[in-house]
DNA sequence: GTAAGAAAAATTTTT
DNA sequence: TTTTTCTTAC
């Protein structure tokens, strides 16, 4: 059959897309055209004709299920893509939970608990067992049982499991066991998932229930899964046990880019796929279409670090391009004035539109000092996670009512709104309230129905109070299926009160937050709109909150079009390009992160992290890194990462080493201050000129041995292997010496502050005997 | 039981 | 710096 669009592939592309017999896996390097190989698949699929509603395809991201969807409409008409079955893993078998829900004992309504319910929930459980909250971390008992779930274990298996109770008790924490017995029972209680049951629990359906299974390995006749390295193992036996029958399955990833293990990801998964599928076809998709040259060589180099890998040869056959600029600042405050400055340049001076420009950052909490820096600069741009919008805290206690009202056995909404507004049910009764629950093994909104009945030890005046909370729930739980989710979301915001306790004052702070319902309002209204197109006859309030509990701020995102520049984490970058890329932050203790510098399986991901962040760049790549920068309140010291030594420096523009005049160590303090007050009062217009753009270099100091402008020198005044002491670095030996562009230069490695490349006419140092 | 103010703690990435 | 927890006075 001749499929005209089949034409736009190259030969590895085209046969990934063309192979349909049976299972496999296309490592796809980054920017090889991954998505388009998947979009044409599916294409490729329904014009063979496949039915639409037989295909399966898992995406990481509702925006990549979202814009993979789009393609494949304006391929095959909107008519036929809207039934395929495509989304996340989260957002798929949410659906597919909630219609075979009552089989494995929860209800067609159940709440999704996210993040922060989990952690209330933690966090109440180990007050109960009267545990030190400093032994049991929240944080890290939420990822305890979070790797127990994604791995398949349920409180059962755990408490089972030899191995890890002795591995528990070892780290002191032996009762974890416990806690995650009686947060599970909690969840299953308040009749709610957390995300990681939404896999779990499909497991549990699927094995417990094999009619179940084979309904829907029938009904899938192709799995298709997008980011197959970040799957963990939950994942890899949903898909296994779908695919199972007539193994038509394709997994797209690339073992380069898999930087989620911290949730439970298994790069095994896509290393050993052809021993989960025997007789699985790979194919390589080598040729990066979106990156310069240097850009893929400099990736590339930086990634042949790694151990653990799948060997391929990504190779670009765009220009050459510019060599990735570094650029080293006095102070976090500097660095964003830089990168605001470059930028502002990049837009007057060479015609970059401020969408093309992305600033990549390893921690949500470094966007607001470029946030600062661009503002000045009346630059627009837009950012990408931290507080989403759903999780702002108006946002959430409207949530929580809309919860309760659907849910009333939902204890983390009951928790959160029993006094909000106040009336007058302290911590106390809440806690009597909830012992009592447990007691009775009921849920705490059981309780409430009959407090005589449940022996709850309250007075008079708060039992009344109670009662009063409780009829007010009621009267909007009986409106869930006759009102519309819209007007029921307004007659709950209104008559809760919540709309007076937000509307009290005239404040810039309670303004957004009587904007923020609003909108959320607006948002009520316009799922209601679209649901009505869809033939149902209104869209009920539980509906909405399905949609809801799975969406983040990517998702909510209207103004894609507007021309701004993009921040956002490396991690949300995932996926996305953009001509020209800033990665800040560069440095010791912060990329990589602190928490990953443990293992060497740890740091590769860190590697892997960079490796995604360099190769989002089309064009122009710029890293810095700052010496000095301010967290928790505190100004801290930095060194270059380690990453920036792992990319062949002949891809890099290197910068000179800026160093203070001669000046005791005690005077660097000021400095800083200097440094800083200067940066954040005043941006004057660029002071180092240097950092502006990348040039053909010129006054380059050059770190790599291929530099044919440097010459070694026999009579240095500072001898190679003599040890000489400056300034600010302290004691260093002197590696090699060389003379380039007509200045003698030392490369002296100071130990902990790292191997330093300085110019003698500006570094002064003192030799040694 | 509430609210304000002080002290202490915690800082990664996200469906 | 921001967020959470503790203390104190009503």
């Known amino acids: 059959m001749e499929i005209s669009f089949l034409n736009e592939l190259n030969n590895n592309q085209r046969q990934a897309v063309e192979y349909t017999d049976g299972a496999s896996l296309v490592i796809a390097g980054a920017g090889s055209g991954k998505t388009r190989v998947l979009t044409y698949k599916i294409a490729y699929l329904l014009k063979t004709g496949m039915q639409p509603s037989s295909i399966l395809a898992l995406t990481f991201t509702n925006k990549a299920a979202r814009e993979m969807k789009e393609r494949i409409a304006s391929m095959v008409g909107e008519k036929t893509a809207r039934y395929l079955w495509m989304g996340t893993f989260h957002s798929i078998f949410s659906r597919i939970l909630r219609s075979e829900a009552e089989l494995i004992g929860y209800s067609k309504n159940f709440t999704i ?11 109440s459980i180990v007050k109960e067992l009267k545990l030190d909250d400093k032994v049991y971390k929240h944080g890290f008992v939420q990822s305890r049982i979070s790797y127990a779930k994604n791995n398949l274990i349920t409180p059962d298996a755990y408490l089972a499991n030899t191995e890890i109770l002795k591995a528990d008790v070892s780290s002191r924490i032996p009762l974890l066991k416990d806690i995650y017995k009686i947060y599970a029972h909690r969840c299953k209680q308040a009749d709610a998932m957390d995300f990681d049951d939404l896999l779990l629990q499909t497991n549990v359906l699927f094995r ?54 911290f949730r439970g990801a298994n790069i095994d998964n896509i290393l050993t796929f052809k021993n989960a599928y025997k007789n699985a076809q790979i194919f390589k998709l080598e040729q990066n279409y979106r990156s310069t040259q240097t850009i893929v060589n400099a990736a590339n180099s930086l990634i042949d670090k790694n151990s653990q890998q ?12 510019k060599p990735i600029k570094i650029l080293n600042v006095f102070t976090d405050y500097e660095e ?25 950052y390893r921690t949500n909490s470094q966007s607001r000092v470029m946030e600062e820096a661009l503002r000045k600069q009346s630059i627009p741009y837009r950012i990408y996670g931290g507080l989403s919008f759903y999780q702002r805290k ?6 929580a009512y809309c919860r309760l009202v659907c849910n009333p056995n939902d204890e983390e909404a009951l928790k959160r709104i029993i006094n909000y507004p106040t009336r007058g049910i302290g911590e106390t009764t809440i806690n009597k309230l ?108 539980p509906d909405f ?27 949300a970058a995932k996926g996305l390009e953009f001509k020209v890329v800033f990665i800040v932050g560069m440095e010791e203790e912060l990329f990589p992160s602190p928490f990953c510098t443990q293992s060497e399986r740890e740091l590769e991901e860190e590697r892997r992290l960079f490796y995604v962040a360099i190769t989002r760049a089309e064009e122009l790549c ?65 002071i180092l000129k240097e950092n502006i753009l990348p040039q053909t270099p010129k006054r380059l100091v050059k770190l790599s041995n291929s530099d044919n402008n440097k010459v070694p020198i026999e009579n240095s005044s500072v001898p190679s292997g003599s040890f000489v002491k400056h300034a600010v670095f302290g004691i260093g030996k002197v590696l090699e010496t060389s003379i380039v562009n007509g200045n003698e230069k030392a490369d002296i490695d100071f130990g902990e502050k790292g191997v330093k490349s300085l110019l003698l006419k500006f570094a002064k140092l003192e030799i040694l005997k």
């Open 622 to 686: 710029f890293i810095s890194y700052a010496k000095s920068r301010f967290k928790n309140g505190k100004t801290n010291f930095s060194n270059p990462s380690r990453f920036i030594k792992d990319i062949d420096p002949q891809y890099l523009e290197l910068p000179v080493e800026i160093i203070p005049k001669q000046k005791n160590i005690g005077d660097w303090d000021e400095d800083m201050e200097f440094e800083r007050n200067r940066f954040k009062s005043s941006f004057s217009k660029p």
């Open 434 to 541: 909830i012992e009592c629950a447990q007691l009775h093994a009921v849920s705490a909104w059981e309780v409430l129905t009959d407090i005589l009945k449940y022996n709850l030890a309250v007075n008079a005046g708060t039992a009344n109070k109670l009662a009063q909370f409780r009829s007010m729930i009621d009267v909007f739980a009986e409106q869930i299926n006759i009102q519309s989710a819209y007007d029921l979301a307004k007659s709950i915001i209104k008559t809760s009160g919540v709309i007076s306790d937000t509307y009290t004052d005239r404040s810039p702070e309670s303004m957004s937050r009587q904007e923020n319902v609003e909108e959320l309002l607006k948002a009520i209204h316009e799922f209601c709109e679209t649901e009505k197109t869809d033939g149902e006859p209104t869209a009920l309030l």
């Open 336 to 360: 964003g004035f830089i990168v605001a400055n470059n930028i502002s340049d990049l837009h007057s001076v060479n015609d970059y539109q401020y969408q093309d420009i992305a600033i990549l």
């Open 208 to 261: 417990n229930h094999p009619e179940i299974l084979q309904k829907y390995q029938h009904r899938f006749g192709f799995v298709l899964v997008d980011e197959y390295q970040d799957t963990n193992f939950a994942q890899y036996l949903i898909v296994k046990k779908l695919a199972e029958q007539h193994e038509k399955i394709c997994v797209v990833g690339d073992d380069a880019q898999s930087i989620y293990s």
């Open 310 to 321: 799948i060997r391929k040869t990504v190779f670009s056959e765009k220009e050459t391009g």
């Open 394 to 399: 108006e946002i959430k206690d409207v949530i």
């Open 113 to 123: 608990y996210d993040s922060a319910d989990s952690k209330s929930l933690v966090k």
């Open 545 to 571: 909150l399905s949609e809801v509990s799975l969406l983040t701020d990517q998702d909510t995102d209207k103004e894609t079009n507007k021309d701004k520049v993009t921040l956002m984490t490396v991690h």
